[in-house]
């Protein structure tokens, strides 16, 4: 079987048999989409959801984002035959990997649901949210995808706060 292995900003469109696609997620989402007339299935792997309204994005940057994602993802499959009416979804990732640095996971899963759902995308298996990273393999022609808890996964632990001077006199320069 070929692999295709994607990371953060990455997508990849398939529509051959006895092709993986596969990646590692931890705060990330990856959106899994299949045709299963046209039998051609795609993957992508986004770091946030949306871009902030109040701060410009590069072009460059878009890809990061689940907004910009999803349609270069949909886009793809429809240049190899997909119908937009026809997808079907998994929806896999947005785990708390490091207390303390807020709901990012949690944001980028809802951003997630919220697509699918607006795109009236129907959505089969979901793996979403908990405190653990997760390999997701997809079979883009068959549809198939499963996801499984990354065996020796760094611990979730909260960040260390910053060393604090001694205290005692202050030098002024």
């Known amino acids: 079987m070929k692999r295709i292995s994607i990371v953060q900003g990455e997508q990849a469109v398939v529509s051959e048999p006895n092709v993986v696609v596969s990646t590692v997620l931890g705060s990330c989402v990856a959106v899994c989409l299949q045709d299963p007339v046209a039998r051609v299935g795609g993957m ?23 907004v910009h994602a999803m349609e270069l993802l949909i886009n793809e499959m429809m240049k190899h035959g997909a119908s937009r009416e026809r997808l079907r979804a ?15 996971g949690r944001e980028n899963a809802a951003f997630a649901r919220r697509f699918v759902e607006t795109e009236g995308i129907p959505v089969g298996h ?12 997809f079979l883009p022609y068959d549809g ?7 065996a020796n996964a760094p611990p979730v632990a909260p960040p260390r706060p910053a060393p604090r001077p001694p205290l005692g006199d202050v030098e002024l320069f």
């Open 90 to 104: 998994h929806l896999y990732g947005g785990a708390t990997m490091i207390a303390g640095l807020g709901p990012i």
């Open 44 to 66: 992508n792997h986004f770091l946030l959801g949306e871009p902030s309204p109040d701060r410009p994005v590069p072009a460059a940057n878009m890809v990061r984002y689940g």
């Open 144 to 150: 198939r995808a499963r996801s499984r808890q990354v």
């Open 126 to 137: 979901v793996d979403l949210g908990g405190d653990h990273a997760r390999r997701v393999e």
